[in-house]
């Protein structure tokens, strides 16, 4: 009996970039979302019936929408235990990796903040919500991946769109303003000026660091224009005084990049005052940003 032919790689590969698109913004975590792309390769590379898939590219989607699922409902015990705010894990965005970012839908469907957002609904419900805004499946074809109704899967993209717009959103100017503010506010940060700081700073701003118990960071949000100013002061001094710092595109917006150490998003409201930051430091969610950095790096080559 002959042995199953091998799987052409070259026709999953086709696929590879959008599945990793697609797990990403259902987990938040881009460790997790190659090991699931990984195991629907496994899947599709093992199927006896493999011959018989006539769309790839939806089998796949189904696949990897169920495996997110599967993670997501073990995730939810796992961060209950996790020391201190979690955080989506920060991916460098200017080379294509979640897909085109060219409309602001796009940019925000990766975002910091909306990521943290999709933390509150039920699995099912983010991964309705998923599909539907960032891909723009049809209820039916949302349906089919998940194996509920259509008239079920309405509802929980009616429950889960009304949660998130519920919720407070920040104002997200365009790419080339939002990189002045954030050159603006890195600026103060580094003056070293306590006034100059936090006159950059909203009344009720507020900073959530994510180091998971593996490095310092703060274990609650930092809130309020005077604690936070003297909490950044302190931490840029103690923390990262000599290590380069460089802007780059993360999660569709330009963010503070510290080396592999930290990255942090900056939020603003309408009168270019930030809002809220966002810190990670947390050595194992950098993993993949540190792997993007190296090739970069190694692309552009020597200086």
Not at 27 to 35: F, K, P
Not at 72 to 83: C, G, H, K, M, P
Not at 132 to 156: D, I, P
Request: glycine residues 8%; neutral net charge; charged residues 25%.
């Amino acid at each position: 009996m002959s042995a199953h032919p091998a799987a052409p790689v070259a026709d999953f590969e086709e696929h590879r970039p959008r599945m990793f698109a697609v797990a990403y913004r259902m987990l938040g975590s881009a460790s997790e979302a190659e090991d699931t792309v990984q195991d629907a390769y496994l899947r599709w590379s093992s199927a006896a019936d493999r011959d018989a898939i006539e769309h790839l590219g939806a089998w796949l989607a189904k696949v990897v929408t169920r495996l997110c699922l599967n993670r997501l409902t073990s995730a939810r015990a796992r961060r209950e235990e996790y020391v201190g705010p979690w955080l989506p894990e920060p991916v460098l965005t200017g080379d294509g990796t979640l897909g085109p970012l060219d409309s602001a839908e796009q940019r925000d469907s990766v975002s910091m903040a909306l990521l943290v957002l999709l933390e509150r609904l039920s699995p099912t419900e983010r991964a309705v919500y998923v599909l539907r805004e960032a891909f723009g499946y049809g209820h039916r074809e949302v349906a089919g991946l998940l194996g509920l109704s259509e008239a079920n899967c309405r509802q929980l993209h009616r429950r889960a769109a009304g949660r998130i717009a519920a919720s407070e959103r920040r104002f997200t100017p365009d790419p080339a303003r939002l990189r002045s503010l954030v050159e603006n506010f890195l600026a103060a940060a580094r003056s070293g000026d306590l006034a100059r700081l936090e006159g950059a700073l909203t009344a009720d701003v507020r900073y959530v660091s994510d180091g998971g118990g593996v490095v310092n960071a703060a274990r609650r949000p930092v809130e309020g224009r005077d604690n936070v100013a003297r909490f950044l002061l302190g931490a840029l001094r103690k923390y990262v005084a000599d290590v380069p710092v460089t802007l780059a595109e993360v999660n569709g917006a330009p963010a503070l990049v510290f080396g592999g150490s930290a990255v942090v998003t900056v939020e603003f409201t309408r009168d270019g005052l930030v809002g809220g930051l966002r810190s990670v430091v947390n050595p194992q969610k950098l993993e993949f940003l540190r792997r993007q950095l190296s090739r970069s790096r190694e692309l552009s080559g020597p200086s």
